[in-house]
């Protein structure tokens, strides 16, 4: 006599393999009462490759014959301000200069809330750099169209209660020219 176990492990395989075929075809699709209704289902649209062939201007002209790329208006300029976290976005106009970017990044500082509070909003009492390694400070009548980057560096004119009024670079300069008499000892032991 046949164990109850043989019966069970017999029925479990048919059912295995049932459910096997028609887990198969629901994957690909397909499912075991209607094949073709499902399939009109899957289908993807066609896609249109001349997406402006279809639309009109109010002359009725075709846009595509037509179609002139709209010219930049503005453009976003990332500007780095001395002992801050991170850059300021700014937002502005192809026509504006080098003292209107040093304005609006004030702006943009003082509005997003950042850290460290500047201590003037003056933009006069700013200057603007190619990057933080740049002695030079650029022309505040340029335009940023000329300059041809979007990623400046900006540093107060007043650095520190030691130096006050000296620029950037003009304080870069005088740090380099301090005399130091142990280098010269130094050099005599090489």
Known sequence: ??????????????????KLSEKSMSFHGQSSGSSSSSSELLRRPRTVPNLLAGVRTSAGDSTAMNF?????????????IQRSVGPVQVLISLESTVDDLIA????????????????????????????????????RK??????????????????????????????????NKIPLPWLKFMDFLL
């Open 68 to 80: 002139r790329p709209r010219k930049l208006t503005k453009m976003l300029v990332n500007v780095t």
């Open 104 to 139: 609006a990044a004030l702006r943009q500082y003082s509005k997003e809330g950042r850290r460290p509070v500047i201590s003037s909003g003056d933009a006069a009492d700013y200057d603007l750099h190619y990057s933080q390694f740049s002695l030079e400070s650029l022309d």
């Open 1 to 18: 006599m046949p164990s109850p176990r043989i019966n069970r492990r017999g029925n479990e395989e048919k059912n295995r393999k049932g």
């Open 142 to 175: 340029e335009k940023l169209t000329a300059l041809g980057s979007r990623n400046f560096f900006m540093c107060p004119k007043n650095v520190g209660a030691t130096t006050s009024s000296l620029s950037c670079g003009i304080q870069a300069d005088t740090s």
